[in-house]
């Protein structure tokens, strides 16, 4: 049954535009009401982009008049104008808006290098400083494989970056000739007895390690016991391998992406 149009006031539409994935959600006061996530293609037309996000919207139960607000966030800058485009034909009277500099003075947390960081980092710090507070560092398993760490004055005082489980495996695959993709899941035991067991023990099992070394690390260097958030498609897998990672939440990106535009719109 599809949500009646005045109980649905003041609608949020939040994209997340990452080189792997699009992710996005439709948010009525604080709720997620659904979400989506659809493969990154920078060869996709704004009217390709429409067509999807128009068919997603209607199959979730989701009226499309009822969103006036839209928060985009893209590490992919070929996709900005595309996107932009697809917005303001399938959503005319929507205000959007974009995450970045420009609107980096109004967040809860501070942005030490504005121009050094991806709008997803900070839309993921924004979250998990609104729930978890300073000294907490947030973990994304996407793409790439990122640490950013929110210090004791609530700002956010670095990045640690390594490349992401899926792209070290497919880089893998792509540069030796008897590799193949593999799925990633824990294996059996760290000593494979077959190929895909023995690539899924390497990666799995060290990049848990990787997980644990760059939290300890940073823990020592700031001399404070952090708060370990993990987001992004992979976390659940690496997260009970790891000592470190107590917390996981899956929408914390779209998550920030509502708190920004909240304190935008302030």
């Given at each position: 049954?599809?949500?009646?149009?005045?109980?649905?006031?003041?609608?949020?539409?939040?994209?997340?535009?990452?080189?792997?994935?699009?992710?996005?959600?439709?948010?009525?006061?604080?709720?997620?009401?659904?979400?989506?996530?659809?493969?990154?293609?920078?060869?996709?037309?704004?009217?390709?982009?429409?067509?999807?996000?128009?068919?997603?919207?209607?199959?979730?139960?989701?009226?499309?008049?009822?969103?006036?607000?839209?928060?985009?966030?893209?590490?992919?800058?070929?996709?900005?104008?595309?996107?932009?485009?697809?917005?303001?034909?399938?959503?005319?009277?929507?205000?959007?808006?974009?995450?970045?500099?420009?609107?980096?003075?109004?967040?809860?947390?501070?942005?030490?290098?504005?121009?050094?960081?991806?709008?997803?980092?900070?839309?993921?710090?924004?979250?998990?400083?609104?729930?978890?507070?300073?000294?907490?560092?947030?973990?994304?398993?996407?793409?790439?494989?990122?640490?950013?760490?929110?210090?004791?004055?609530?700002?956010?005082?670095?990045?640690?970056?390594?490349?992401?489980?899926?792209?070290?495996?497919?880089?893998?695959?792509?540069?030796?000739?008897?590799?193949?993709?593999?799925?990633?899941?824990?294996?059996?035991?760290?000593?494979?007895?077959?190929?895909?067991?023995?690539?899924?023990?390497?990666?799995?099992?060290?990049?848990?390690?990787?997980?644990?070394?760059?939290?300890?690390?940073?823990?020592?260097?700031?001399?404070?016991?952090?708060?370990?958030?993990?987001?992004?498609?992979?976390?659940s897998i690496i997260a009970p391998l790891t000592k470190n990672i107590k917390i996981i939440e899956p929408m914390l990106?779209?998550?920030?992406?509502?708190?920004?535009?909240?304190?935008?719109?302030?």
């Amino acid at each position: 049954m599809l949500l009646k149009t005045d109980t649905l006031k003041k609608m949020l539409l939040a994209i997340d535009i990452g080189n792997t994935n699009i992710v996005f959600g439709v948010n009525n006061k604080g709720e997620w009401l659904n979400h989506w996530r659809i493969q990154t293609d920078p060869l996709k037309m704004a009217d390709e982009y429409r067509v999807i996000f128009s068919s997603l919207l209607s199959d979730g139960d989701i009226y499309i008049a009822d969103i006036d607000q839209i928060v985009i966030s893209s590490v992919v800058p070929s996709l900005v104008h595309p996107f932009t485009e697809m917005l303001a034909k399938l959503l005319p009277g929507a205000s959007i808006i974009s995450v970045g500099p420009d609107i980096y003075h109004k967040l809860p947390v501070k942005v030490l290098n504005p121009y050094q960081i991806g709008s997803d980092l900070v839309s993921n710090a924004v979250a998990a400083f609104n729930k978890f507070g300073k000294l907490t560092t947030i973990i994304d398993f996407g793409t790439a494989l990122t640490f950013t760490t929110i210090g004791k004055n609530a700002e956010i005082r670095g990045v640690a970056i390594a490349p992401g489980l899926q792209t070290a495996v497919s880089a893998l695959a792509g540069k030796t000739a008897q590799l193949p993709q593999i799925h990633l899941t824990p294996p059996p035991s760290v000593l494979g007895e077959n190929t895909v067991h023995a690539i899924q023990s390497g990666v799995i099992f060290g990049f848990s390690g990787l997980v644990d070394s760059i939290i300890e690390r940073t823990q020592s260097e700031l001399g404070e016991k952090l708060t370990v958030v993990a987001t992004g498609g992979l976390s659940s897998i690496i997260a009970p391998l790891t000592k470190n990672i107590k917390i996981i939440e899956p929408m914390l990106t779209l998550d920030g992406l509502y708190l920004i535009n909240t304190n935008v719109l302030k």
